[in-house]
């Protein structure tokens, strides 16, 4: 069982339109079962949301994620998530985790994975990604990865020399080929998604995709409406599973409510076809798989 009380919050944010996007989370971070510290770190400041893998050795990871995950909820709290500020915010991460005392391996570093509210005209969702942690959206009964794996194996897997069950199972599978770090790019994948009520996004490092297949998370997404029991379900799963990794979990729910001249819900027929398409085929080629650990 996890460790902590998960709780369930909400904000309302007007959009541009006039309507308004009533965002429910919930969010954890679990040392798991095999792991003597927890290199995780979340950030749930509407309208931010990011899950941090850290990696290196003795507490490197946990620096690397902490520090960026502090930078970023500085850009959260100042009030203006753009990419400008959040690449700026990743650079002044690098910055503290190179200068920290304790981060001199130099495979220090942090996936970042998560997903913004644009309220201007039309209303979006910005998906970011550097890693191989996930952004999945569940939308019509359907759940679609977004976000691309920055990892050996994937790459291998576009290339069409390796399948996805090959994948799970790939002697390389942790490694990544990006991340924030000293020697490392800090410019995300950017992906929009137009705003639609009722979608519901999880945000996850790869600890839960490690234990859960996409199946598994669609399950749980559908025996559980609140956010909290979405990410207790999955985390009481994956721990259950062998917690062979940290896991991070983030679950973000979407109402949107009319706006005042009676424009319609959201402003948007998107579908997860389409989402799916942004995302450069990442459902398809995430469907059977597991992203790499770290």
Request: aromatic content about 4%.
């Amino acid at each position: 069982m996890p460790d902590a009380t998960i709780t369930t919050q909400s904000q309302s944010v007007p959009l541009a339109s006039g309507a308004e996007a009533l965002l429910t989370w919930a969010g954890a971070t679990d040392r798991g079962r095999k792991r003597e510290v927890n290199q995780d770190a979340i950030l749930m400041a509407c309208p931010l949301f990011v899950v941090a893998d850290g990696m290196g050795g003795h507490i490197g990871g946990e620096i690397a994620s902490a520090n960026t995950i502090a930078r970023l909820a500085a850009v959260a709290e100042q009030g203006t998530v753009t990419p400008d500020t959040i690449e700026t915010a990743l650079s002044a991460a690098v910055h503290d985790i190179a200068e920290h005392p304790e981060t001199t391996d130099d495979g220090t570093g942090t996936t970042v994975t998560g997903i913004y509210l644009d309220p201007a005209e039309p209303a979006s969702w910005v998906v970011l990604n550097i890693g191989d942690s996930r952004v999945y959206l569940q939308r019509d009964d359907a759940l679609v990865q977004i976000t691309t794996d920055h990892s050996l194996v994937q790459e291998l897997v576009q290339a069409g020399r390796l399948s996805p069950e090959e994948a799970e199972s790939h002697p390389y599978g942790n490694v990544i080929t990006r991340a924030v770090g000293p020697s490392e790019s800090v410019v995300p994948d950017y992906v929009r998604v137009e705003v639609a009520d009722g979608d519901r996004f999880v945000i996850c490092s790869d600890g839960l995709t490690k234990e859960l297949t996409d199946y598994g998370i669609l399950h749980f997404l559908r025996e559980n409406p609140d956010p909290a029991d979405a990410v207790d379900a999955m985390l009481t799963a994956a721990l259950e599973n062998g917690g062979r990794d940290n896991i991070s979990i983030v679950v973000v729910d979407v109402a949107v409510t009319r706006a005042a001249d009676g424009a319609d819900e959201g402003s948007t027929e998107a579908s997860v076809d389409a989402a799916s398409a942004d995302a450069d085929g990442a459902g398809e080629a995430g469907a059977d798989g597991r992203a790499a650990s770290d």
